[in-house]
């Protein structure tokens, strides 16, 4: 039975899921915004939720054990730095989970998890690439104004190439 047991396992040793965890909230509190799968998303805003935490308070011990979980000195200074100031005034809700449909490979529940109140220079780069898989397939294809005014070619050239045609052929 599962009393009172906290977490998902994610069919991975403990050490492994440590390591995939204080990975993932560092890539998340740099990037502030990561695309992985939805059980994963739903445990990492736990972890992500409590350094935010952390970051709060602002203490040297604080720090301490927020560089246990995130190793990268300049992620832990954007952390007591604009993101302490930022999430000042909210009791708690540092992350937000968006699903965003299934892989194509395993069929696997894909979601983006986000800090809320992200900094708009965050927003305005990273808006693209994180779109839904619709927008993404016609990211590379213009629209059909734009198709017709490049394939039809100026109608002074389309006739000279036609009577040039003919006049190698012999017509």
Same mark, same amino acid.
């Given at each position: *039975?599962k009393h009172?047991?906290a977490g998902?396992? +994610?069919?991975?040793?403990?050490?492994?899921?440590?390591? *995939?965890?204080?990975? *993932?909230?560092t890539?998340l +509190?740099?990037?502030?915004?990561i /695309?992985t799968?939805?059980?994963k998303a739903k445990e990492l805003?736990? /972890?992500?939720?409590?350094?935010?935490? +952390?970051?709060?308070? #602002?203490?040297?011990?604080?720090r301490?054990i927020?560089?246990?979980d995130?190793?990268?000195?300049?992620v832990?200074?954007?952390l007591?730095?604009t993101?302490?100031?930022?999430?000042?005034?909210?009791?708690g809700?540092?992350t937000r989970?968006?699903r965003?449909?299934?892989?194509?490979?395993d069929?696997a529940?894909?979601? /983006?998890?986000? +800090?809320?109140d992200?900094?708009?220079a965050?927003e #305005?780069?990273?808006?693209?690439?994180?779109?839904a898989g619709?927008?993404k397939k016609?990211a590379g294809?213009?629209?059909?104004?734009?198709?017709?005014?490049?394939?039809?070619?100026?109608a002074?050239?389309t006739a000279?190439?036609g009577?040039?045609k003919?006049?190698?052929?012999g017509e």
């Amino acid at each position: *039975m599962k009393h009172r047991v906290a977490g998902r396992r +994610l069919d991975r040793t403990t050490e492994h899921r440590t390591a *995939m965890f204080r990975n *993932m909230v560092t890539s998340l +509190l740099r990037h502030e915004r990561i /695309v992985t799968t939805a059980p994963k998303a739903k445990e990492l805003k736990r /972890v992500a939720d409590k350094i935010v935490t +952390l970051a709060k308070r #602002g203490t040297p011990n604080a720090r301490r054990i927020a560089y246990r979980d995130v190793r990268d000195a300049e992620v832990l200074e954007k952390l007591f730095g604009t993101l302490k100031e930022r999430y000042a005034s909210r009791p708690g809700g540092y992350t937000r989970v968006v699903r965003v449909g299934r892989r194509h490979g395993d069929n696997a529940e894909m979601a /983006v998890i986000e +800090l809320v109140d992200r900094a708009p220079a965050a927003e #305005g780069k990273e808006a693209e690439p994180a779109a839904a898989g619709a927008d993404k397939k016609k990211a590379g294809k213009p629209e059909k104004s734009e198709q017709s005014e490049k394939k039809a070619p100026p109608a002074g050239k389309t006739a000279a190439k036609g009577k040039a045609k003919k006049a190698a052929k012999g017509e």
